[in-house]
Structures are given as structure tokens and as C-alpha cells.
């Protein structure tokens, strides 16, 4: 699961996989989960989702060579504004994909991105990891402070919701007392 929801995340951005990753975090020190194992599944899911958004990229750089059509005004300016990104790339492509973690909703697009400026498969595999350990273990280490206050944390939310519902049960009140009061003075 955790491997997954790592690897969807690189294929479609709005999964909340970070979500999953912080609650497997919990698990490592509320339940005894192994942190290897948490961590390894992530880092695997990271990879493998990673490299499928590069050799995307690399098809989709395949097709967009075969079909060129410099005639076409919207397709060229379109063509253009990619051949500017892949330049970009080519020159700082290492350092994009090790900051890719840090700007959420954009990662899949960066591997995209290294796959058309036709950068090296391991060169992306490598910096794709360290950018993603970076990123997992300052999660996982927030997943295991919040597992480690389990108990305190449930009891504070649990006192919340309790204050909470008093407050709306209070202004009901208040507020059904109000009509009933209006009623009585209009009859």
C-alpha cells in the first residue's frame, strides 16, 4: 500500500501519497511497524513511479520529433515554450529533480521533463532517490513524534470534539429558546 500510493503520486499529482506515508510513519512507533519496511516501500514507490513518469516523458519527446511541424502558429509557439523547458532542463536538470519533493503538485511533471531532455535513466533513478529520502525521512520522522503522542493526541482531540459539540448543542439551544421566546411575544 505504502509502495503504491508512492508511485501514484508520481502519476497522478493530486494523490495525497504523502498522507499515506505519514500515516505508515504513525504505525512504525504507535504499532511496532518496521521503519525499514516503511521506508523501503516509499523509496520503491518513489522510484518506480518516478522512472514511469520519465519514460513518459521520453515517448512523448519520441512523437512530439516525429509529428514537427514548423508551419502550425499555436503548435509551433506550444513547441516552443517545451523546447525552452527541455533547454532549462538539459542545463539544470540534476538539481530540478532533487528539489522535485519540495514542491508538491509538480514532481511528475520534472521527471516528464528529464525523460524529453533525454537525460540518463540512472543519473534520473539516483537524484529521484535522494530527493525522495530527503523528503520521506522528514516525514516519517514527523509520523514518529505524532505516533509517539498517540494517546496524548487522541485524548486532546477527543476532548475537542466533546467542547465542540457542547458549544453547537449550546447555541441550538439558545436558539431554539429564542424562537420559541419571539412566538410567545407575538401571540
Known sequence: MLAASALIEYVFPPFPG???TLFGAILITSHGWSFAGV???VMAGAG???MAAFYAGRGWQRRRLRKADPGADEAGKRRAALDRLVARFERHGPAYLVINRFLPGFRALFFVAAGMAGMRPRAVLAYSLVSAAL???GIIAVGSVVGDNLDELT???RQYTLATWAVVGLVALGLGARAVWRRRRRD
Open 135 to 137: 523528503w520521506n525521512g
Open 39 to 41: 521506508f523501503g516501500s
Open 18 to 20: 504523502d498522507t499515506v
Open 155 to 157: 485524548a486532546l482531540v
Open 48 to 50: 518506480v513511479g518516478s
